[in-house]
């Protein structure tokens, strides 16, 4: 029951937000508030949208859940977004995996930026490169995946 009301009292707060938003600002969409909103929650990078993984609606619904609360966690929204970007590529890009592989450098929650570059490394068309600079890195993990890797393509 208490969970029920902090729920309600969340989405309240929401709605308030949007009020007092809509009446400062003229003629201004949902999803332009929605994003103006993760940016104060900081689910996403603008490089996340650049690099094509997440749309402008995408981002708006991210920021809307995480404003209702239920999961307060925005490596979680990066992780499956994420995810599913990764596993709808057929083929993965050279540049795409090096870009994607930095962004996985520079995630501010060290374990899911670990975890994005072992799905970068364990891609078929991961290029030898990252193969090799994941053998360098600091990460014991990496260097396991990145070995069976260069193991299993005989490189």
């Not at 999961?71 to 057929?90: A, C, M, N, T």
């Not at 975890?115 to 068309?125: E, F, K």
Request: glycine share 4%; with cysteine.
């Amino acid at each position: 029951m208490l969970l029920s009301w902090l729920s309600r009292a969340r989405l309240d707060a929401q709605h308030d937000a949007w009020s007092i938003f809509t009446r400062s600002r003229a003629k201004c969409s949902r999803t332009t508030f929605a994003i103006r909103m993760n940016d104060r929650t900081q689910i996403y990078s603008a490089e996340w949208h650049t690099l094509g993984i997440v749309s402008a609606e995408m981002m708006a619904e991210d920021a809307i859940e995480l404003a209702r609360g239920d999961d307060p966690h925005p490596e979680h929204y990066r992780w499956r977004r994420f995810v599913k970007f990764i596993h709808g590529l057929s083929a993965l890009d050279p540049n795409l995996a090096r870009s994607l592989y930095e962004l996985g450098e520079r995630d501010p929650d060290h374990a899911l930026g670990e975890s994005m570059i072992s799905v970068i490394i364990r891609h078929d068309s991961c290029p030898s490169e990252l193969l090799e600079k994941a053998m360098r890195s600091a990460s014991a993990h990496l260097k396991r995946v990145a070995a069976a890797r260069l193991a299993r393509t005989g490189a």
